[in-house]
Structure formats: structure tokens, C-alpha cells
């Protein structure tokens, strides 16, 4: 799967895409306005970082490239593609418990922290990507 050379864009189906992991060095897009929100992008080889409104979305290391990415209250989904194997973490509601899918795999239920953090890893194959679904229970 290719990197989203743009760095963040805003679909047709109203979902985001951002993240360039073929890059040598850290690049950034800040005020990228969409549906009302201010993002902004960090992404090279060794992490891709997502914020919005200036507070924390998601980030990878190394760096990826994710596609469709849509969050609701209840429910995070996006597809995820890298060179290597990846750990993401997402900003979500602090101590509660989510049901985490790859690939429409359950991986099992896992629980954010204080702060919210849901860390999750990934086998990543380059040229592939992998869908991701986390549930809030």
C-alpha cells in the first residue's frame, strides 16, 4: 500500500488518511482543517503522530500510513500499512475496556489506561495493509 504522499487529506467518504512512512526525515502539515477540527501530521521512516485540536490522536513507530481513518464515541476503525511490524497507540477514553479486530480477527478485549492510551501491535507486511476495528464494550 502506497504512503499518503499529501501527508493528511480528507476523503470522499468523510474519513481521513495521513502518514508517510517512505520519508528520510521528519515532515509535518499543521492546521489541516476538517469537519471543524485543526489536524495535524508528523510522519517519516520512524513515526507517524496525529493530532487534533492539538491534542493527541494517534501515533506509530516506526512511522505508517493509515487510511479511512474514522473515530466515533463509540468506535475506531482504519486500514494500517508499513515496511515492518508496528505498535500503534490511540487517545481514547481513559480506563475503559475496547474489543480490538485486525483483519476482522478478535485479538481480544484490551483496556486503556488512566490517560487513555490503547496500545496495540501489528504484523505488518509492506505492500499490504491491514484493517483495524477497536470497540468500545
Same mark, same amino acid.
Not at 30 to 35: L, N, R, S
Given at each position: 500500500? &502506497?504512503?499518503?504522499?499529501?501527508?493528511?487529506?480528507?476523503?470522499?467518504?468523510?474519513?481521513?488518511?495521513? =502518514?508517510?512512512?517512505?520519508? =528520510?526525515?521528519?515532515?509535518? $502539515?499543521?492546521? #489541516?482543517?476538517? /469537519?471543524?477540527?485543526?489536524?495535524?501530521?508528523?510522519? #517519516?521512516?520512524?513515526?507517524?503522530?496525529?493530532?487534533?485540536?492539538?491534542?493527541? +490522536?494517534? %501515533?506509530?513507530?516506526? =512511522?505508517?500510513?493509515?487510511?479511512?481513518?474514522?473515530?466515533?464515541? /463509540?468506535?475506531?476503525?482504519?486500514? +494500517?500499512?508499513?515496511?515492518?511490524? &508496528?505498535? #500503534?497507540?490511540?487517545? $481514547?477514553?481513559?480506563?475503559?475496556?475496547?474489543?480490538?479486530? $485486525?483483519?476482522?480477527?478478535?485479538? =481480544?478485549?484490551?483496556?486503556?489506561?488512566?490517560?487513555?492510551?490503547?496500545?496495540?501491535?501489528?504484523?505488518? %507486511?509492506?505492500?499490504?495493509?491491514?484493517?483495524?476495528?477497536?470497540?468500545?464494550?
Amino acid at each position: 500500500m &502506497a504512503a499518503v504522499k499529501e501527508l493528511l487529506r480528507a476523503e470522499n467518504d468523510g474519513t481521513l488518511s495521513f =502518514g508517510d512512512y517512505t520519508l =528520510g526525515s521528519k515532515t509535518k $502539515l499543521d492546521g #489541516f482543517e476538517f /469537519q471543524g477540527d485543526i489536524y495535524k501530521v508528523k510522519t #517519516f521512516s520512524e513515526i507517524t503522530k496525529l493530532e487534533k485540536n492539538e491534542m493527541f +490522536v494517534y %501515533e506509530s513507530v516506526p =512511522g505508517t500510513a493509515v487510511t479511512n481513518f474514522n473515530a466515533s464515541e /463509540q468506535v475506531v476503525t482504519f486500514s +494500517v500499512s508499513a515496511m515492518q511490524d &508496528a505498535q #500503534f497507540t490511540l487517545e $481514547l477514553e481513559a480506563d475503559t475496556e475496547y474489543v480490538v479486530y $485486525l483483519d476482522d480477527v478478535n485479538v =481480544g478485549d484490551m483496556k486503556t489506561n488512566l490517560s487513555g492510551k490503547l496500545s496495540v501491535s501489528a504484523e505488518l %507486511e509492506p505492500e499490504r495493509s491491514m484493517k483495524v476495528k477497536i470497540i468500545k464494550k
